[in-house]
């Protein structure tokens, strides 16, 4: 399964004030690898002065076991909309002006990413307390689960995301 959307929008006095033409919101939910560099260049980045990124990785180890794998499962018809929601209110809450959000769903061995937010805005601090609070809401709000493979056995872990 592989889901991908754009959003582009104008919030209330947008170009007032941040003083750019368009905002956009890129959601991307999918089966197969992400390509971190790929998902960047979707950003908008007219008349930005930066880019902040965050690619979350599977890690090798877990609390002494080796991880072998993480399993996603996710509601399907929500996770797009729940991320677009983020998107769009990290847009209206943050002086920035483009953001991209993809999450793998399915196996992600280690060292693959499994989320990418790229956040484009005129000034660093806002692209980065984005960043931060698009992660934040991501895993307190998207309908996503995982299962944790280890040399161990294998566990639910507890919450979203």
């Not at 941040?18 to 956009?24: E, N």
């Not at 008349?47 to 399907?76: A, M, P, Q």
């Amino acid at each position: 399964m592989s889901y991908a959307s754009t959003v582009g929008f104008y919030p209330p006095n947008s170009s007032q004030v941040r003083g750019c033409a368009t905002m956009s919101v890129h959601i991307s939910v999918e089966a197969e690898a992400l390509n971190p560099d790929s998902l960047r260049e979707i950003l908008e980045t007219e008349d930005c002065g930066s880019i902040v990124s965050f690619i979350g990785i599977t890690r090798g180890n877990e609390e002494g076991s080796k991880v072998e794998r993480l399993e996603f499962d996710h509601w399907g018809k929500e996770l797009p909309i729940v991320l677009e929601k983020i998107g769009i209110n990290a847009i209206s809450g943050f002086d920035i002006n483009s953001v991209v959000i993809a999450h793998r769903i399915g196996t992600v061995l280690p060292s693959e990413p499994i989320v990418c937010i790229h956040v484009a805005s005129p000034h660093r601090a806002p692209g980065f307390e984005a960043c931060s609070w698009i992660m934040d809401e991501l895993k307190s709000q998207a309908p996503i689960w995982k299962k944790e493979i280890t040399s161990d056995g294998e566990s639910w872990k507890s919450g979203l995301g």
